[in-house]
């Protein structure tokens, strides 16, 4: 079966560059053998979280289906004050058990690399027991970009490439062990907890 990837892009720009490497990188997953699906926040925004949200109203229901249909997730985002956008950071407050056993890669549009925004989405993501590949993809759209809005970075190219096959390779491996460890009786497993 092919590994089931989600993308969220949650920049707040109608043309974003972050969001635009997102589609990118999905339609090389594609080719990679996964099936994809986008989660665009700018088009489809969810509420801001409450602890009394109920999952089937206004947009959260869409974007609970689709994490729940995922077998790993792509974050996107673009480097606020060294941090992810707020409509990301509210996306992720939603989730918590839905994240466990998924891998996750990270993609940030930065003029300064945005390491410290792909650490504060591992740690968020580390914290609800999800997996997360041990390198992200940071653009630079005034050097990676030419006016038409094309990919004139070879080394990125080749990143992007690398990225979506180890997506699928590791997510595959790390998907498939965490559902045969639910479905089993093993108990020295962190999927103990979340067997129903």
Known sequence: MPLKVLGVGSSMRKDSFSTETLKIILDKVNKNDGD???????????????????????????????VN????????????????????????????AEFAGKTFGYLCSSHEKGLTV?????????????WSLPYGISINS????????????????GRLESFARDLVVYGSLISNQFKKDLNSTIQNSYAVHYRK
């Open 36 to 66: 994809t699906r986008l989660l665009n926040l700018y088009s489809n925004p969810v509420p801001m979280y409450t602890a009394e949200f109920n999952e089937k109203l206004g947009g959260i229901k869409h974007a609970v289906e689709l």
């Open 69 to 96: 249909w995922a077998d790993a997730i792509i974050l996107a985002t673009p480097d606020y004050h060294g941090s992810m956008a707020g409509s990301l950071k509210n996306f992720l407050d939603y989730f918590w």
């Open 118 to 130: 792909m650490d504060q989405m591992r740690t968020a993501i580390r914290q609800c027991y999800g």
């Open 142 to 157: 005034s050097q990676d970009f030419n006016k038409d809005r094309e990919i004139i970075n070879e080394r990125l190219l």
